[in-house]
């Protein structure tokens, strides 16, 4: 109960953040002036923005679908924010610790592929339709890819436990296998021992080195999850005036918008974890210098909480800045650009790593 209140409260305040750095971060890209006026830096204006949309009057078109146009957003919402059950923010504290967690966290999330076909059936217009159908082809292929990039870890890590992946990856291992001589994999497969080293050398991307592409099909696929540039054709303005949520106002229009902010800091939750060592801290232990087991603190303790959250938060709004960088830098594809880059690069290269991940597990361990 916890988790969930502390989730739901982060993931509003994350959001209210999240659009304002979008705004500056656009600005100072683009040479343009961002929000300056509302507040000190424009720091009032998104604040403003919510209050107006909470507002804004709940409008319905009068042929649309009512039942299924009002619910769309909320299975949107819901299966995006559902997510957040299994992630681990500490050692000891977040989500349910399922051991099919990775399962039910990619099952769960596919689920906004029906909320958003509603909501562009829903609407009754063509518009909304033709944005809704491009979105779902959109999502099921780079699921593809994306699956078989976490498969990779899966594989390897021999877990769909989120938090037992986090473990492997730092040096509290022992504290959930007491023969961790087993699953140290990678590195040490090559004659360096980094358990007790702790830091960024235990990474599953630095530990592995073809994780890195498998990362980087990761990455690519999240981009168009969440519909964010240059994936963005499903809310192309300028060809489909907003896309599948074009009908939608006030705040069912807010729903959607927290909904993609919420995939995108889910996707840089979930490659943190399983790439970047997830809570464990980016700092090793340099001779009697012992950084990493400074600034990690033991499981179970306060200490542990504060620099696990701190250390995993770093990483997952690092990776939702660079996901804004790319929107304001990068055109937006062409639809069949799109498919070609999922179908004919991604899902092979995916392929491809999971029989290298397979040979490196039977091989390597």
């Known amino acids: 109960m916890y988790a969930f209140l502390f989730f739901l409260n982060f993931v509003l305040i994350y959001t ?3 659009v304002y750095a979008e705004r500056k971060i656009s600005a100072f890209i683009q ?37 299924i146009f009002k619910v769309a957003p909320l299975i949107i919402f ?10 681990p923010l500490t050692s000891d504290f977040g989500g349910s610790q399922i051991e099919t967690g990775i ?27 033709l944005g809704a159908m491009r979105s779902v082809a959109q999502i099921i292929s780079y699921e593809i890819p994306l699956g078989l990039s976490v498969v990779c870890v899966i594989m390897v890590s021999q877990s769909l436990n989120l938090q037992e992946i986090v473990y492997q990856q730092g040096i509290f291992i022992n504290a959930i296998d007491p023969n961790a001589q087993n699953f140290l994999f990678g590195i040490k497969s090559l004659g360096i021992e980094t358990t ?24 690519i696929a999240s981009l168009a999850e969440a519909n964010r ?66 600034t990690s ?35 937006r594809l062409r639809l069949d650009q799109l498919m070609n880059l999922s179908w004919k690069y991604l899902t092979p290269g995916a392929i491809i790593l999971v029989l290298v991940s397979a040979l490196w597990r039977l091989l390597m361990i």
């Not at 819901?78 to 992630?87: D, P, Q, Y």
């Not at 909320?115 to 518009?127: F, Q, V």
């Open 16 to 18: 209210i953040f999240a």
């Open 229 to 294: 540039a240059p994936f963005d054709i499903p809310i192309a303005e300028s060809e489909l005036v907003a896309g599948f949520h074009v009908e939608y106002s006030g705040f069912r229009w807010a729903m959607i918008m927290l909904s993609e902010y919420g995939m995108m800091l889910l996707i840089s939750f979930l490659g943190a974890i399983l790439f970047w060592g997830g809570w464990n801290t980016p700092l090793p232990n340099i001779g009697s210098v012992a950084l990493a087991d400074w």
């Open 297 to 331: 603190g033991e499981p179970g303790t306060i200490a542990g909480h504060l620099w696990g959250a701190f250390w995993l938060v770093s990483k997952a709004l690092l990776t939702v800045g660079l996901q804004i960088w790319i929107r304001w830098t990068y055109p």
């Open 196 to 219: 007790h080293i702790g830091g960024f050398l235990t990474w599953n991307i630095f530990r592995i080195p073809f994780f890195f592409f498998a990362y980087l099909i990761f990455f």
């Open 31 to 67: 040479d343009r002036y961002g929000p300056m006026e509302t507040g000190p830096y424009g720091l009032l204006q998104t604040v403003a923005d919510l209050l107006k949309l909470l507002q804004k009057e709940d409008i319905v078109p009068l042929a649309a679908d009512k039942r």
């Open 78 to 87: 819901t299966s995006v924010f559902a997510g957040f059950a299994v992630l």
């Open 103 to 129: 399962f039910y966290l990619l099952a769960i999330v596919s689920l906004d592929v029906i909320g958003i076909l509603m909501a562009g059936w829903g609407s009754n217009s063509k518009y909304a339709l």
